[in-house]
């Protein structure tokens, strides 16, 4: 998917935002040797800044539903040195978990530990 975004943007072509009603998983393309140059350079880039936007989503995800165990949960930062990117990055994880819905799970089995 974003690779194909990639190409729309380089080649100023009609797709401008992808939808899944596109049912094609390969095409082919004429392009210039500058554009392929383009192309390779925005997708390697485009590629590593969304890895670490995923990331931080799946943490802010699994910290907002609670989806760890409870045991290891240890919510005191007070004696932990972090980088200013490791702060950065616990700031923009507490922003995203402020704008997601909690996932809501209603419990129906019971343990018996008899």
Do not use: G, W
């Amino acid at each position: 998917m974003l690779l194909r975004q990639i190409f729309a943007c380089v080649l100023k072509s009609e797709y401008k935002i992808y939808t899944k009603k596109f049912k094609y998983k390969t095409f082919t393309v004429k392009i210039t040797k500058t554009e392929m140059i383009e192309i390779k350079i925005m997708f390697n880039k485009y590629t590593e800044a969304l890895e670490k936007e995923i990331d931080i989503l799946f943490k802010a995800f699994v910290y907002k539903n609670r989806i760890f165990s409870k045991k290891n949960y240890d919510d005191s930062f007070e004696d932990i040195k972090q980088t200013p990117e490791e702060i950065a990055e616990k700031i923009k994880i507490a922003q995203m978990m402020m704008n997601m819905e909690k996932v809501s799970i209603h419990k129906e089995i019971t343990y018996n530990n008899n």
